[in-house]
Nanobody, 125 residues
Framework: QVQLVESGGGLVQAGDSLRLSCAAS????????MGWFRQAPGKERELVAA????????YYGDSVKGRFTISRDNAKNTVYLQMNSLKPDDTAIYHC??????????????????WGQGTQVTVSS
């Protein structure tokens, strides 16, 4: 089991930056792949970014490429999402997720078995 707690959300203006953090506990010794998802009201859940356990591979959704950066610090069992040039369309609840044991395909929703409660990001125009 992996427990995940997100932090860092808030209300910002368009063009601002935020950094989300996701602290993991439990089966963290296996350094699972991690992902950030978001869901806005009335929209489907979207995979924003993901990172392999080693940190050497990443995936970004088309809507955030060039603006968001995912990183991880395995010594601290923490994954980050640096969000720059935020837009009103980025408004959503952001959840981090950890992969099931042995799963390595970053852009497959089925890879992820553990989910945090989420943190709200609101971008005003």
């Amino acid at each position: 089991q992996v427990q995940l707690v997100e932090s860092g959300g808030g209300l910002v203006q368009a063009g601002d930056s935020l950094r989300l953090s996701c602290a993991a506990s439990g089966r963290t010794f296996s350094n699972p792949a991690m992902g950030w998802f978001r869901q806005a009201p009335g929209k489907e859940r979207e995979l924003v970014a993901a990172i392999a356990g080693s940190g050497t591979r990443t995936y970004y959704g088309d809507s955030v490429k060039g603006r968001f950066t995912i990183s991880r610090d395995n010594a601290k069992n923490t994954v980050y999402l640096q969000m720059n040039s935020l837009k009103p369309d980025d408004t959503a609840i952001y959840h981090c997720a950890a992969a099931r044991l042995g799963a390595v395909v970053l852009n497959n929703v089925g890879t992820y078995a553990y989910w945090g409660q989420g943190t709200q990001v609101t971008v005003s125009s």
